[in-house]
């Protein structure tokens, strides 16, 4: 990959995170393939499309308000990017529930994001190990 592409690849992982931290949900969909695969960490499993994401997350922002801040991108095996970030949630009280550091894998296709998993810890993000 070359280096303009891994640069336009971060920028739009960037991007997704500000506008989800900022709730632009529509904005944040139109970097979502259409047929985007992304893993709900909230019910189990994952949704699909966009409309099936946009869902999850209105049914997620009634009961939570999570804050998801990436600290770093690396680049993987076979095109995917892993994200460690800094999740923090509190409920709609504002009471802190979660205060930790993930790993996001992301699939991209078409420019878009294709994919969305949560990695386990930090040595499915090594291995490339998607959950």
């Known amino acids: 990959m070359g280096r303009d592409t ?4 971060h920028d739009l992982l960037k991007s997704a995170y500000r506008n989800f931290n900022a709730r632009n949900i529509d904005q944040l969909l139109t970097s979502l393939h259409p047929n985007v695969e992304w893993a709900n960490g909230w019910e189990g499993g994952h949704v699909h499309g966009r409309e099936a994401v946009r869902a999850y ?11 998801v801040e990436p600290i770093n991108i690396q680049s993987g095996e076979n095109g995917q ?5 800094h ?5 709609q009280d504002g009471e802190l529930l979660v205060d930790t550091v993930v790993y996001h894998a992301y699939r991209l296709a078409d420019g878009m994001i294709a994919r969305m998993d949560i990695l386990p810890d930090a040595s499915g993000a090594e291995t490339n190990e998607f959950v």
């Open 57 to 67: 997350w209105a049914r997620q922002f009634e009961v939570l308000d999570p804050h």
């Open 81 to 85: 990017q892993v994200v460690k970030v």
């Open 6 to 9: 891994e640069s336009a690849e």
């Open 87 to 91: 999740q923090v949630v509190h409920n």
